[in-house]
C-alpha cells in the first residue's frame, strides 16, 4: 500500500496544484473520489488492464462514471495517468489529495468507527476532544463495526487510537502470551 501511495503522491500533488491556481480544489476533490470509487468496481479494473480497451475508450468510461461534467484540466488529468498507466492508482491520488486539501484548509479527517452508531452528542463530544489533541477543525466519518463489541477505532492520519473492546482483549491476550 505505501509503494502505491508513494506512486500517486506526485500526481496528487500536481492536480493539487492545478486545483488551487484554478480555485476548483472542491471540485477537483469530487472528481477525484467520484474516480477513485469507480475504480474499486472489479469491473472497472479489469477494463484498466484490458488490451482491448484503447486509452480513448478508457477515457469515455471513466468520464461517463464521473458525470461527463469534468474540466478541460480534470479531462487532461485523466488523460495523462491513463497514458501514463497510473489510472489505477486514483484511490491513492484522491486520499493523498484530500491531505494535501485537509492541510491547506487546516482541517483533518477523522474515521471513526464504533460498535454502535454514535448519538449527536457522542460525535461533538469525539470532535471537540480531537480538536483539542490536533488544534484543527475536525471533520468526523463514522462508521460501525459491531466486531469491536464496544467502543471505538480512530484514525488520524496514520495515527490509530483503538478504545474498543475488541483491541482491549488483543492487547490483554498478547500480554499473557
Known amino acids: 500500500m505505501q509503494e502505491r501511495t508513494t506512486v500517486g503522491r506526485p500526481y496528487a500533488q500536481a492536480a493539487f496544484d492545478i486545483a488551487r491556481e484554478q480555485q476548483q480544489v472542491a471540485q477537483w476533490s469530487q472528481m477525484l473520489a467520484v474516480a477513485a470509487v469507480a475504480?474499486?468496481?472489479?469491473?472497472?479494473?479489469?477494463l484498466v488492464h484490458d488490451p482491448r480497451i484503447t486509452a480513448a475508450q478508457l477515457y469515455?468510461?471513466?468520464?461517463?462514471?464521473?458525470?461527463?461534467?469534468l474540466s478541460t484540466g480534470?479531462?487532461?488529468?485523466?488523460?495523462?495517468?491513463?497514458?501514463?498507466?497510473?489510472?489505477?492508482?486514483?484511490?491513492?491520488?484522491a486520499a493523498v489529495f484530500q491531505r494535501l486539501r485537509d492541510d491547506a484548509e487546516n482541517r483533518v479527517t477523522v474515521d471513526?468507527?464504533?460498535?454502535?452508531?454514535?448519538s449527536?452528542?457522542?460525535?461533538?463530544?469525539?470532535?471537540?476532544?480531537?480538536?483539542?489533541?490536533?488544534g484543527r477543525?475536525?471533520?468526523?466519518?463514522?462508521?460501525?463495526?459491531?466486531s469491536l463489541i464496544g467502543g471505538a477505532v480512530i484514525?488520524?492520519?496514520?495515527?490509530?487510537?483503538?478504545?474498543?473492546?475488541?483491541g482491549k482483549l488483543q492487547a490483554l491476550a498478547s500480554g499473557l502470551s
Request: charged share 35%; glycine share 2%; hydrophobic share 40%.
Open 39 to 46: 475504480l474499486q468496481d472489479q469491473t472497472l479494473r479489469s
Open 60 to 69: 469515455e468510461i471513466i468520464d461517463t462514471v464521473a458525470g461527463g461534467q
Open 74 to 93: 480534470q479531462q487532461n488529468f485523466l488523460k495523462l495517468l491513463i497514458e501514463a498507466e497510473r489510472v489505477e492508482y486514483l484511490p491513492e491520488i
Open 112 to 118: 471513526v468507527v464504533s460498535a454502535f452508531d454514535l
Open 120 to 134: 449527536d452528542e457522542e460525535r461533538t463530544r469525539i470532535r471537540d476532544m480531537l480538536h483539542q489533541r490536533v
Open 137 to 146: 477543525a475536525v471533520e468526523l466519518e463514522c462508521s460501525t463495526d459491531k
Open 155 to 166: 484514525r488520524i492520519n496514520d495515527t490509530v487510537i483503538d478504545l474498543s473492546v475488541r
